[in-house]
Every structure is written in structure tokens, then in C-alpha cells.
């Protein structure tokens, strides 16, 4: 069985502050994606990356960054600097090759910035 | 513009009065899904189809019901709606269903409906 954690409920930093908002995985597939979505205060779901289980190079875009490592089964997300702009729901997902199209959530970390 | 249309996209209603939430996308995609959203539990998938009069459960379908006559559409319907059902609902299609396809599946989804039953 597959399954996302997010240990982190709600954080809340203030602005300018780094914050890595955590993910763990579980599968037995060896080919797999995971996925971060951003959900803001007015609620759709904004795709932020999307990275398959042969690549473990960590990324970087702009003040996002990601960390994935296959051995702690771990997929962690930095923002640095962050902006009032950043606060949302942040959700980890998981989708495994033998069911193809289905993505399993984590159950989301709600990121508050404070001016 | 590629999108996933919801609608509506709130609605409040009464427990037994049956309703359809009714999905759309533009993109000809053969894979449409449908999720709950609830706190704590993150989203949930409800009912999922592989193309056209091809459906299947999800992890929480009672309740729920479908269905894919056309590839671009794909109702909700809540045939008996209970308090229990109010929820954030998304619908989601990607490119492809099929296993070796994995890797241009990036799953859009619709805005959202706010569902609540009173």
C-alpha cells in the first residue's frame, strides 16, 4: 500500500524566515512521482513539481527548493525568504506506476507567514 | 486555454436532494478523477474513469455515483445527499491512463466546489 505523511499540522514563521515543510513516503513500486501542490486561501490547487523516483537530484526554482531522498523516503520542501504570499495549505502527493494515474495526498501542512 | 471547469462551485443544499456537480476539461484527456477534500485527511479519490463508460471506486465512493458518456465530461452525482458529504470537492483529468504513460501524467485540476449539506 501507498501512503504520503505530513507530520507538520501548521507551521508559522515570520516573513524572511526559511521553512522546510516535510514529507514522507511509502511505497513498494520502484517507479514513482511525487508531487507538492500549493492550495492558497481561495482554494484551487496550484501544481508546484512534480519529480520521478530515477532522478534525485534536489531543485531548485526561484526561492523553492526541494530535497528528495530515496533513502529516508523523503521528498522535503524549503522555502526561503518566505512572503506573506507563501501562506497556503501545502500538499505532498504520491502517484506509483502499477495505478498509473492515481495520486495519493498527504494529509497537508498548513503554512501561516506572519509580517 | 487547457482547464478543468466545476460546477458550481458552491452550493448549499438538503439532506435527500439529489444533485450533480458537473466536470469538464478541454484537453481531450482519457483520465478524469474525482476527490473529496477534508481536514486532516487531505484529498481522497471518490471515483475515477479511464476513458469514456469506463469507471471504477476510488478509496471513498459510497455515497457517490458517476459516469463518462462523453470523453470531456464527468458528473458527480450525489443521489441521496447527507450531511456527512459536505466537503471541498475537485475534479482532476491527465493526458493518459495507461501505466507507460506514467511520465506525462501530470494531473490538472478544476477550482473546486464547496459542497454543504444541511
Known amino acids: 500500500?501507498?501512503?504520503?505523511?505530513?507530520?507538520?499540522?501548521?507551521?508559522?514563521?515570520?516573513?524572511?524566515?526559511?521553512?522546510?515543510?516535510?514529507?514522507?513516503?511509502?511505497?513498494?513500486?520502484?517507479?514513482?512521482?511525487?508531487?507538492?501542490?500549493?492550495?492558497?486561501?481561495?482554494?484551487?490547487?496550484?501544481?508546484?513539481?512534480?519529480?520521478?523516483?530515477?532522478?534525485?537530484?534536489?531543485?531548485?526554482?526561484?526561492?523553492?527548493?526541494?530535497?528528495?531522498?530515496?533513502?529516508?523516503?523523503?521528498?522535503?520542501?524549503?522555502?526561503?525568504?518566505?512572503?506573506?504570499?507563501?501562506s497556503a495549505v501545502y500538499f505532498c502527493a504520491l502517484s506509483v506506476y502499477s495505478s498509473a494515474s492515481k495520486i495519493i495526498f498527504g494529509s497537508g501542512t498548513r503554512l501561516s507567514i506572519r509580517p | 486555454e487547457a482547464q478543468v471547469t466545476q460546477n458550481p462551485r458552491y452550493l448549499i443544499t438538503v439532506t435527500g436532494k439529489k444533485l450533480t456537480v458537473t466536470c469538464s476539461q478541454n484537453m481531450n484527456h482519457e483520465y478524469m478523477s474525482w476527490y473529496r477534500q477534508d481536514p486532516g485527511l487531505g484529498l481522497r479519490q471518490i471515483y475515477y474513469s479511464m476513458n469514456v463508460e469506463v469507471t471504477d471506486k476510488g478509496d471513498v465512493p459510497e455515497g457517490y455515483k458517476v459516469s463518462r458518456k462523453e470523453k470531456r465530461n464527468f458528473p458527480l452525482i450525489l443521489e441521496s445527499p447527507s450531511p456527512n458529504q459536505t466537503s471541498l470537492y475537485f475534479c482532476a483529468s491527465s493526458l493518459s491512463s495507461g501505466r507507460a504513460s506514467l511520465a506525462k501524467n501530470i494531473q490538472y485540476f478544476g477550482a473546486g466546489t464547496r459542497l454543504s449539506v444541511l
Open chain 1, 1 to 86: 500500500a501507498q501512503k504520503v505523511t505530513q507530520a507538520q499540522t501548521e507551521i508559522s514563521v515570520v516573513e524572511k524566515e526559511d521553512v522546510t515543510l516535510d514529507c514522507v513516503y511509502e511505497t513498494r513500486d520502484t517507479t514513482y512521482y511525487l508531487f507538492w501542490y500549493k492550495q492558497p486561501p481561495s482554494g484551487e490547487l496550484v501544481f508546484l513539481i512534480r519529480r520521478n523516483s530515477f532522478d534525485e537530484q534536489n531543485e531548485i526554482s526561484g526561492r523553492y527548493s526541494w530535497n528528495f531522498q530515496k533513502s529516508t523516503s523523503s521528498f522535503n520542501f524549503t522555502i526561503t525568504a518566505s512572503q506573506v504570499v507563501d
